[in-house]
């Protein structure tokens, strides 16, 4: 069955430009000047709205076990709130935990999402434990399953936290097999210590999850993963939920060299603050506890990250999408900051929020759809068959109309949250259309997807390493 996408405006990582799309079942035919397509296939019209790839989310953590409870999505709930956002592709984080065999890990999250996922995903692999057996499955894991990406933890002890002689060992095998490292780079052992001295002192508020992660630990900590890439041979390696200006000066100086060094930003780091969400006062700040945490508005970190953004010095904007509900989650934080679960909800708004980049002269059109999608497939071994409108490429399409208006609250929103991090907030831009792989998803704000037509997409090496 073919398909037609008449009258819009294509953009593309070089900027927009008029055409029409032909699709052929699941996949892109052919592109053609206005008017020159043959006649006869069924015809969406896209007068006046932009036609942009199926968005890529390269950081979710649906049904993730985290601090005695676990993320409210479900593979289900997630991806069908993804797709009503434009997001038609995710790479969700599969998790092997200390002790366990990272194969096992893997199993397991691939029989939460098998079967579930309204859209099609990737895994990375959180690696929990890294000894000899964990440094054999990563091998298996990029020749055999598709993973070419594997997490590490500074942070976290006692969870997912590896030491340094760990992170070395993991980065060279990476550098060995061409693997890309993750790195949730904060000091952990650090923090530690100043959320001790601070629960002592009777700091118990949700600001002070904040206050006690200063930017000087994720700086400190993403310049040592900076350096231990390097005595790996420049090993590959991906900054994830990047939030502050100093962390953000070492990844600039390291590209700067030409290192295989990148980042991404999350939303809310370039849009919520310490001060207005964090700090709102009694428990409701609760709402936006994440790690790494939100930052200063008497600082300069938001202005520089949207700088970063376009320079290239930030490659991706992902979600980081970890939702947990006030009641009977957050609140088990009540009294102790350390105890709230980390994570905000947002697989919904990505393409929204950076739109309203776009329209505040932050962005550019092309930049939108770099860092929301073709960057994020590129990235992690999916291009082209992700990220890009081109004859070949799956027909994941978003028809994004310029004209509308998109207002956020948990009383529209599909996630599995009783509450939004974005509460209130306008865009001046809607989520139109929606297709992936040719199947409309989305249409005049009806959706027509199901659990389980995502399929699962094995992963190459990353396109940008050198």
């Given at each position: 069955?073919?398909?037609l996408?008449?009258g819009?405006t ?5 900027g927009p ?41 390269a ?34 984080f ?50 055999a ?5 594997f ?19 993991a ?56 350096w ?7 090993c ?21 060299l ?9 939303p ?15 428990f409701?700040?609760a ?12 600082e ?68 939108w ?27 994941d ?10 207002r ?6 599909h996630?599995?949250?009783?509450h ?47």
């Amino acid at each position: 069955m073919s398909t037609l996408i008449k009258g819009g405006t294509v953009i593309g990582t070089t900027g927009p430009y008029p055409a029409d799309v032909l699709i052929d079942g699941e996949t892109i035919a052919a592109i053609f000047a206005p008017g020159r397509a043959p006649e006869g296939p069924d015809v969406i019209d896209a007068t006046g709205k932009y036609v942009i790839p199926g968005a890529v989310d390269a950081h979710t953590h649906m049904e993730l076990p985290f601090g005695g409870t676990a993320a409210s999505d479900t593979f289900d709930t997630g991806t069908r709130a993804a797709a009503i956002g434009g997001t038609t592709t995710i790479i969700d984080f599969a998790v092997q935990r200390y002790g366990e065999v990272v194969q096992d890990g893997l199993a397991a999250w691939h029989a939460k999402a098998g079967g579930n996922c309204h859209i099609d995903y990737g895994f990375h692999m959180i690696l929990g434990g890294v000894d000899d057996d964990a440094l054999k499955a990563m091998d298996q894991l990029v020749t055999a399953e598709g993973i070419t990406s594997f997490k590490l933890f500074m942070a976290y002890p006692g969870v997912f936290y590896s030491d340094d002689g760990q992170i070395l060992r993991a980065m060279q095998k990476a550098r060995d097999n061409g693997a890309m490292i993750m790195m949730h780079a904060e000091n952990g052992p650090a923090i530690d210590v100043l959320v001790k001295q601070a629960l002592e002192r009777g700091e118990t508020d949700p600001i002070h999850h904040g206050l006690t992660r200063p930017q000087e630990l994720e700086a400190e900590a993403t310049s040592r993963a900076i350096w231990l890439a390097s005595v790996a041979a420049d090993c590959p390696l991906y900054i994830v939920h990047l939030s502050a200006s100093k962390a953000l000066e070492q990844v600039k100086a390291a590209r700067d060299l030409g290192r295989n060094v990148f980042a991404e930003t999350c939303p809310q780091y370039l849009y919520l603050t310490l001060e207005d969400q964090l700090g709102t006062p009694g428990f409701e700040g609760a709402k936006w506890v994440c790690s790494t945490p939100l930052r200063s508005k008497h600082e300069s970190h938001r202005a520089d990250l949207w700088q970063g953004l376009r320079t290239n010095d930030l490659s991706v904007v992902s979600t980081d999408h970890c939702p947990f509900c006030m009641k009977d989650q957050k609140e088990l934080g009540l009294g102790d900051f350390s105890k709230i679960p980390n994570g905000i909800g947002s697989v919904e708004h990505r393409v929204d929020l950076l739109y309203q980049g776009v329209v505040d002269g932050k962005l550019s059109l092309a930049r939108w759809v770099e860092t929301i999608a073709t960057t994020p497939a590129r990235m992690f071994g999916m291009y082209p068959r992700k990220g890009v409108i081109a004859p070949g490429s799956d027909a994941d399409i978003v028809l994004y109309d310029p004209h509308g208006r998109t207002r956020i609250s948990v009383e529209t929103h599909h996630m599995n949250m009783d509450h939004s991090a974005w509460e209130g907030w306008e865009i001046d831009g809607r989520v139109d259309t929606v297709l992936s792989r040719g199947e409309v998803l989305v249409s005049g704000g009806e959706y027509r997807g199901r659990a389980g037509r995502g399929k699962y997409v094995p992963r190459s090496l990353s396109d940008y390493l050198v």
